[in-house]
């Protein structure tokens, strides 16, 4: 079944077991005030009673009630069993109830039957008058029990049926209508495809559950587009990139087989070789980039020396044409004989270093600069900074997308693919640091890299 049906259908089941409960309520509550209005006239009857007996002579026939024109009575001597007085209609009739002693209510007498008519309400009670005791019986036939039978079947029979189907059609209508924005989303989104995530969803005005769907759907979709564009523009760029490399070896070689006689055959090599390691380099870098995008860089953690690790990329650096100097902090070397240490994969925490280092070399003049910063208590940062041209604010942020380049013919020239920047922050938010780019004291680039500290007992 469908929402609305389902709802519709709790919703009539539920209403209809409400109205049934409370008429049963109702119904109880009205028998008993019923009862309860008939008892209190009973006992003032037989109040009244007493009071014409006081005299010692009781009046016969016993006076009639004013307030119920049914109400019988019968007067009983000491032995419960014969009559002293009694109402017109009862005149001649042995006594039709008895009181025994500590009994809350009259017990019927066999065998006698002055053909009283209707539901009868009976009371009793002890009396002394005139300094006899006596017992006086009174009770009233009515037919209030019925007429209220009478009502509460005719509200179960019709009242109930009729509210249930006012109820289901108004839950119908109501379901239909807060249901209505959901089926034209559906619709929507059914006419969505891969090729064209630019369409939304409508949103209605309200600021209800369903204008939030369609809100956060239309967010979803947002990000949908925007991570179908860079996934388009990551694989135009990566095929770009592939493309440049192999149609440098072609054109080699199709020169050098032109001319087989006359070609550089080994320089044709070198470039070849030359190409074939960019080639095989950036294939390198798009798997690791498509393991980050899959959460799968790092694949073991372990506690590493940053110091150590920092020194070992600034080693391992092929002679770069500039300087790179190495200075910890003052917090950090008057800890004498304690590392600064994080928790990570080394492999990768090396590769994040040495591809910022490595832009820091292609942009400065005449100095780089590495430090480590190990004053904070959580957290260990590693610094490079350049006396180059520096990143313009604006920049800061873009240049960790795939594929950028701030100075795109001097970055190809140098054999790079504008991916470097990108997988450094891609390890960094892998062991939950981050990495960020701000001015050096000297002008330049600041790369900052702030990652969590690694634990005493780890």
């Not at 990551?234 to 054109?251: G, Q």
């Not at 600034?314 to 004498?336: H, L, N, W």
């Not at 020239?413 to 939950?432: R, V, W």
């Amino acid at each position: 079944m469908s929402v609305r049906t389902r709802v519709t259908a709790v919703a009539g089941v539920a209403l209809t077991a409400a109205v049934a409960l409370g008429l049963v309520i109702l119904y109880l509550v009205q028998v008993g005030s019923a009862h309860r209005t008939a008892d209190d006239q009973l006992r003032t009857y037989a109040a009244q009673i007493e009071q014409s007996g006081q005299s010692g002579v009781w009046p016969r026939p016993l006076p009639a009630f004013p307030l119920d024109a049914n109400a019988q009575a019968q007067v009983l001597a000491a032995d419960g069993a014969s009559v002293l007085a009694s109402t017109r209609a009862l005149e001649g009739f042995a006594a039709l109830y008895t009181l025994p002693a500590g009994a809350a209510s009259p017990t019927r007498q066999a065998g006698v039957d002055p053909a009283l008519r209707g539901e009868l309400r009976v009371a009793g009670t002890h009396a002394v008058v005139d300094g006899h005791a006596v017992t006086v019986i009174t009770w009233t036939s009515s037919d209030a029990l019925s007429q209220i039978n009478e009502t509460f079947g005719r509200l179960l029979l019709v009242g109930v049926p009729g509210i249930l189907l006012l109820a289901c059609a108004t839950v119908w209508l109501v379901v239909g209508r807060a249901l209505r924005p959901v089926e034209r989303i559906r619709r929507t989104v059914t006419e969505i495809s891969a090729v064209d995530l630019s369409r939304r969803v409508p949103e209605p005005a309200t600021r209800d559950e369903i204008g939030e769907l369609a809100r956060t759907m239309n967010g979803m979709l947002a990000r949908l587009e925007d991570s179908a564009a860079r996934q388009r523009r990551f694989v135009a760029d990566a095929s770009h990139e592939l493309r440049t490399p192999l149609a440098a070896v072609r054109t080699a070689l199709e020169v050098g087989l032109a001319h087989p006689d006359r070609a550089p055959w080994t320089q044709i090599a070198e470039r070849a070789v030359r190409q074939s390691t960019r080639l095989e380099t950036l294939v390198q870098d798009l798997l690791l980039l498509a393991r980050s995008d899959d959460r799968q860089l790092v694949h073991r953690r372990s506690p590493v020396s940053i110091t150590a690790l920092v020194q070992d990329v600034r080693a391992a650096s092929p002679a770069p044409r500039v300087p790179v100097e190495f200075r910890e902090a003052a917090d950090t070397a008057e800890k004498a004989g304690v590392d600064a240490r994080a928790l990570g994969d080394p492999d990768q925490l090396e590769r994040m270093v040495r591809n910022v280092l490595d832009n820091a070399i292609r942009h400065a003049r005449h100095r780089v600069e590495l430090s480590i910063d190990d004053s904070a208590p959580e957290t260990v940062r590693i610094e490079v900074a350049d006396d180059g041209p520096g990143i313009p604010v604006e920049e800061r942020g873009r240049v960790f997308h795939r594929f950028v380049r701030l100075d795109a013919s001097r970055e190809r020239g140098s054999g790079t693919s504008g991916l470097g920047l990108a997988i450094a922050k891609e390890i960094a938010t892998a062991h939950d640091g981050s990495i960020e780019i701000g001015e050096a004291p000297g002008g330049g680039a600041l790369v900052r890299i702030t990652l969590p500290r690694a634990a005493e007992a780890e």
